[in-house]
């Protein structure tokens, strides 16, 4: 029998209907407005972006910009469904440069909400004022002639009571928006952002000159310290960024951000590659961090594939996936050692000193058998380190594994030095220096254990 009964009849839904299922695809919640508005705002140009937000998004969303504003004439039209000054043709979707292009934002929030728009260009002398309820739009009135544009977005979703319903609570739908707003400053660096929640300023970002400098503000220092710089390029093709050295890699999977083209993304692919360029080095249970930039062709990427614009198509994902991964590699390449160490990879003349005294490598405290002294400070000769094996010639050192020595009766000796971090342990074996992954160590006692004790008949078994 069918799922439902329904009429036989085909009819057309009404426009209000057709533009409350759009909205359905565009705004699922206040930070979906949000983000549409500040994308409409950086596509005008704008260098000052003011947010202010009551009660998570739900009473009022005002998005405020020193763009270039918006024509009296084309005020209304603006609101109107596939209206947009983005695109002329589709031959304009093959290459797309703008932050928004579908021309379904601002019909959308305006079909769920009652919006007021104030707004005026350069030439105006008069400002530009319009008034719109459930999508209904009134006549225009004028307004003072201050540049830019400002949206007001009141009593979302008071005709859609299911999608209100299901919201979450006033702390989780501005911890949305907040994190919208990070995104977006994280993007466009050379903007000005200022988020408030009634009448509280929680984010100030003034605009700053370079990447380094935004992720400090969105960040902090804390995060910047426990991360190493990732750069590559190729053809049509580039990345840049920060990433977190594999010896302060948590559980945790935040942040994770991925900007193609100042757009914030996901993308398995590329994530894929990160995971693939950390390779042995990320520890069992732990997740990279990172905020990357990739930055494109515009006619080598597709961002038509997803109503919300989150996703992203690549025309050439091998190339994609080789350059992150490569990148990444190269990156923990040039700082792994100084990362093992407890070194810093800015100072490439920060020699490291290796005081030797003997402890137990089954001590469960961290030892301060190993420091690490600096500043114009060499190493003798029978205490230098050395990490000669690389990995596809990206610099990316690795201690030498010693495969003769497996399969020689003469055991070696072993001469412990220390324990970094509670991680490593680091001790001469034979004539070489290395550096072992202790809870790597312990799963291997434990499985030669099982396996004899299987060999021999005695390995406890489970009992059902």
Known sequence: MPAASCSAKIHVLPDDVVSRIAAGEVVERPAAVVKELLENSLDAGGLHISIDVKDGGLSLIRVADDGEGINRADLPRAFERHATSKLRSDRDLASVTTMGFRGEALP????VSHVLVTTATRQDTVGSQLTLIAGAGSAIVDAPPVL???????NLFFNQPVRKKFLKSTTTEFSHVSHVVQLASLAWPSVHFRLTHNGQEILNYPAVTTDRDRILQVYRQAFLDRTIEVRGRTAG???RGVMVDPLHARASKAPQELFV???PVRNATVFHAVMDGYGSFLPKGHHPTFVLFLDIEPNRLDVNVHPTKKEVRFAETDALHQLVRQSVRHALGGSERAVVLGLSPQT???VPTVERQPVSLGDSQPSASLSVRG?????NASDAVSFPATVEGSQLPLAAEAVAA?????KPEIVPFGQILRTYLVAQVGEELQVIDQHTAHERVLFQRLWRGGRAGTSPRSRC
């Open 148 to 154: 830019g544009t400002r949206i007001d977005v009141s």
């Open 375 to 379: 500043q114009g400070s060499r190493i």
């Open 406 to 410: 497996y399969r020689s009766a003469e």
């Open 261 to 263: 083209n100042r757009r």
């Open 348 to 350: 490439p003349e920060f």
């Open 108 to 111: 959308s929030i305006a079909s």
């Open 237 to 239: 093709l580039s990345i």
